[in-house]
């Protein structure tokens, strides 16, 4: 039989702090599997709900009709709706500030263009709200949008040089639309009056489709408008088509020659439009996102569609569209200044 020394006391600690050392460890263990499960478990549950995609234009535009083709082309890859947000206005600066100060969660998406990434950067500087380097991350550049040179069905112009030739000998009798105050459309008409040395009315807009109203209405003379927009229009009768800013013709409107064609060898001028996420989206959310973008635009029959609206499919890499955003904001400057092009 064991016996107990007379002296000994037998204390609480000898035995109560085994158990509970071995209580707490497994209570730790067992706190952190659980702090991490929900975080596993959102992640792994993305996407839970609808996704929204904002840009910067109007509805019925070749933007619009761009976001709108992505949109539906998300929803089948993730499973869930994927809304288009527009808002149209401050040359695509608000809806990028919009995108910019999104939760990053995944379940936002922006259609950006040369306009709200590279020229408004480039023009008002601390005036806009973000920075894109610093608020986005790049999924990938979709398609090149060069511009194209109309006039109304009833215009005694029939080419460049017969515009050119009326507006130096009547200056700022003619007026020309835009996107907007300093998007390509504005910097292709200022540089047609830069080059041509001639001087027009500025009337801007916000999106192609309120453009497109007024010109055939015969109250806009001419407007550096994306293929996209205007090639039904042009096909249909309703508008004539001058020049093409791309640096050869268009496969949309090939009877349509480029302004390098009659007599501006330098100009050749267009939008980059891509898809990027708010800055600090976890990794494997972007990541796919990422994958997503790169496998709608192998789609033959997104690149068809792209080519039928007059766009030209560039699918750009994350790094490749970012290093082409960065690239493109030093030759818009160049262009500005070597111009001496004025903004609005």
Not at 179 to 206: C, D, R, W
Not at 228 to 248: I, N, Y
Request: charged content about 15%.
């Amino acid at each position: 039989m064991l016996k107990v020394h007379p002296n000994h006391k037998e204390t609480p600690v000898n035995r109560a702090t085994l158990l509970p050392r071995r209580t707490v460890l497994a209570a730790l263990a067992s706190s952190l599997l659980v702090a991490a499960a929900p975080a596993a478990f959102a992640q792994a549950a993305w996407p839970s709900g609808p996704l929204k995609l904002i840009l910067g234009f109007a509805p019925g535009g070749a933007g619009d009709v761009t976001a709108r083709l992505m949109a539906q082309k998300y929803s089948a890859a993730l499973g869930q709706p994927v809304v288009v947000e527009n808002k149209p206005g401050a040359n695509s600066t608000i809806a990028a500030t919009a995108a910019a100060k999104s939760a990053p969660d995944g379940n936002t998406l922006y259609m950006g263009t040369s306009t709200d990434l590279t020229v408004a950067p480039t023009v008002m500087g601390h005036q806009i709200q973000y920075n894109v380097e610093r608020d986005f991350t790049p999924l990938g550049g979709l398609v090149t949008a060069p511009n194209m040179l109309v006039v109304p069905a009833n215009s005694p112009f029939n080419s460049v040089a017969d515009l050119v030739r009326h507006a130096k000998a009547n200056p700022n009798t003619l007026n020309f639309a835009s996107f907007g105050g300093i998007t390509t459309s504005y910097l292709a008409a200022e540089l047609l009056k830069n080059q041509g040395g001639v001087e027009m009315t500025h009337v801007p807009f916000k999106g192609s489709a309120l453009a497109i109203t007024e010109l055939l209405a015969g109250r806009i003379d001419l407007f550096f408008d994306t293929v996209a927009s205007s090639a039904p229009h042009v096909k249909a009768g309703k508008l004539k088509a001058l020049a093409v800013t791309s640096a050869t013709r268009s496969q949309l409107v090939p009877d349509v020659p480029t302004m390098r064609e009659q007599g501006f060898p330098s100009f050749v001028f267009g939008s980059t439009i891509g898809m990027l996420i708010p800055s600090g989206t976890p990794a494997p959310i972007a990541q796919r996102l990422q994958a997503e973008t790169a496998k709608i635009m192998a789609m033959p029959d997104v690149r068809a569609r792209f080519v039928e609206l007059g766009m030209i499919p560039v699918a750009l890499g994350p790094k490749e569209y970012s290093d082409f955003i960065r690239a493109e904001a030093a030759r818009t400057a160049k262009l500005i200044q070597d111009n001496k092009l004025k903004f609005e």
